[in-house]
């Protein structure tokens, strides 16, 4: 009898640690919208987001291609380092600074032809936005290949980081945050530089003072035309690759 007891209190108190720990169980101090926007600052081209970086670093690639064509030099290992600063235009609805560092390097394949061009970057800046103020720094490990002539698309992989300080404008909410995003075979148009489609995948996590921390991961999927969906707690998400702009779609 005393085991039966025994079993029966042990199973009432598994039960109600289950409750408690629901209870307790951490509430993100953002919203998935909040969350939607920071991630989207991180794709768009106003902000330096992936968007800008793919469009930089395919000018660059096809410029390192063009000038080490033809057996004028030895392309292979052949790099060169970009240093420069960027602002907004003036009048601008989202203004921002930044200064950016890059080092890309044309790497070979057996036959001595041109098969990957490594890109590594560093940033830092900030931005002011109608929804979102942002100051940060960061930094971008790509490899670009689809390098062949006869091809119309670059194929890009690899990371894209971010942290620094947020301010949401809307919510009146200030915080950290730190963007984690995997690229995989983003596909940018050689003439354009624009994204054509491509699929990737996002960590955003941080704080908030006084309310707390949040984590959200997500896949992204790249649409064209400048257009991404984003998936952020389950719910969908519109942007808009050149100024940022987030809209939920409707279920």
Do not use: W
């Not at 240093?83 to 003036?90: D, E, L, Q």
């Not at 560092?101 to 590594?120: G, H, I, M, T, W």
Request: glycine share 10%; hydrophobic share 35%.
């Amino acid at each position: 009898m005393k085991n039966h007891k025994a079993l029966l209190f042990l199973t009432v108190f598994a039960a109600l640690t289950a409750c408690n720990n629901d209870d307790d169980a951490p509430v993100n101090s953002i919203t998935t919208d909040e969350a939607a926007v920071i991630v989207s600052s991180s794709l768009a081209s106003n902000t330096s987001g992936v968007s800008f970086v793919s469009d930089k670093t395919t000018g660059v690639t096809e410029d390192l291609l063009k000038d080490n064509a033809g057996g004028r030099v030895n392309a292979c290992g052949v790099s060169q380092n970009i240093a420069f600063s960027g602002s907004s235009p003036s009048g601008a609805t989202v203004t921002f600074s930044y200064d950016f560092s890059y080092k890309f390097r044309l790497e070979c394949n057996d036959q001595n032809a041109p098969s990957l061009v490594s890109v590594d970057l560093s940033y830092s800046g900030a931005f002011d936005g109608p929804k979102l103020k942002a100051s940060h720094s960061g930094v971008s490990e790509l490899d670009v290949t689809g390098l062949a002539d006869t091809t119309k698309n670059f194929l890009l992989n690899g990371q894209y980081k971010r942290s620094g300080s947020f301010e949401n404008k809307e919510q009146a909410k200030s915080g950290s945050s730190t963007v984690e995003i995997t690229l995989t075979t983003l596909v940018v148009n050689k003439v354009t530089h624009k994204i054509v489609s491509g699929t990737g995948t996002y960590l955003i996590e941080g704080s908030v003072p006084s309310k707390g921390d949040f984590k959200y991961t997500g896949d992204i999927t790249f649409q064209g035309n400048d257009a991404a969906l984003l998936i952020v707690g389950g719910e969908n998400f519109t942007l808009n690759l050149k100024n940022g702009e987030v809209s939920k779609k409707q279920s």
